[in-house]
């Protein structure tokens, strides 16, 4: 993995910037997060232990999701001077494997005290809100 | 008497955030109270303490306000000048 993340100086940020990645799952990617995240329930992996739960198929991992807007974050929005200092996040509803999902911050507060950027965080496949919550990210300036 | 009573209760609720920010629920917070009192005031925790003032009392502040404070006496007077 080489992708450069992007620098964002704190003059450049305002209330209002957004963010966003547009991401599909795969049932390979599945796999590995549970390998990875050692969270092999069987929501994740059994398909039919999934439907007898009443959902449509394997549910994504929540943590799989908060995974993409490290991403945001990491990547994007702040981007390469931040550090991330806290997260709350609601699930709403399930995402499946390979469903188009978008994950987006928006910039709700800054405090040009600390050089700490609030986030709004929305993750959605179509219309369908995923998960919701806010994100606290520390950019560090030199 | 209406400032003594607001200032009663920033201080209510500036206990209310210390004792989040550093998971101590017998901290007391006096005028008096500097980071040299409390083990955990870190560089980080004094970043947490500063943005959950800000969120919990609608202000912001900037580096220079914050960076001139010399106790939470001080940091409670700034919060009375912006209200």
């Known amino acids: 993995m080489t992708a450069e993340s992007r620098a964002i100086a704190w003059g450049e940020l305002a209330v209002g910037t957004a963010a966003s990645i547009d991401f599909v799952v795969s049932a390979e990617e599945l796999q590995q997060f549970a390998t990875l995240s050692g969270d092999c329930n069987p929501l994740h992996v059994d398909a039919d232990f999934a439907r007898s739960k009443g959902f449509d198929d394997v549910v994504v991992h929540g943590a799989l999701l908060v995974a993409k807007v490290s991403q945001l974050i990491g990547m994007h929005l702040p981007g390469r001077d931040s550090v991330w200092t806290g997260l709350a996040l609601q699930f709403r509803q399930p995402l499946y494997v390979g469903r188009e999902a978008r994950v987006e911050a928006v910039i709700l507060r800054l405090s040009p005290a600390t050089g700490m950027v609030l986030l709004k965080l929305t993750l959605r496949a179509g219309e369908v809100l995923l998960a919701k919550g806010e994100a606290e990210v520390l950019l560090v300036r030199s | ?83």
């Open chain 2, 1 to 83: 008497m209406k400032s003594d009573n607001n200032l009663t209760q920033i201080y209510s609720k500036l206990t209310e955030i210390f004792r989040d920010v550093f998971d101590d629920d017998s901290l007391q917070v006096t005028p008096e109270l500097t980071a040299a009192d409390v083990d955990e005031w870190d560089s980080l925790n004094h970043i947490r303490l500063v943005v959950s003032i800000e969120r919990a009392f609608g202000l912001s502040f900037s580096a220079a306000q914050v960076g001139r404070l010399k106790n939470v006496g001080e940091f409670a007077e700034l919060i009375v000048s912006k209200l």
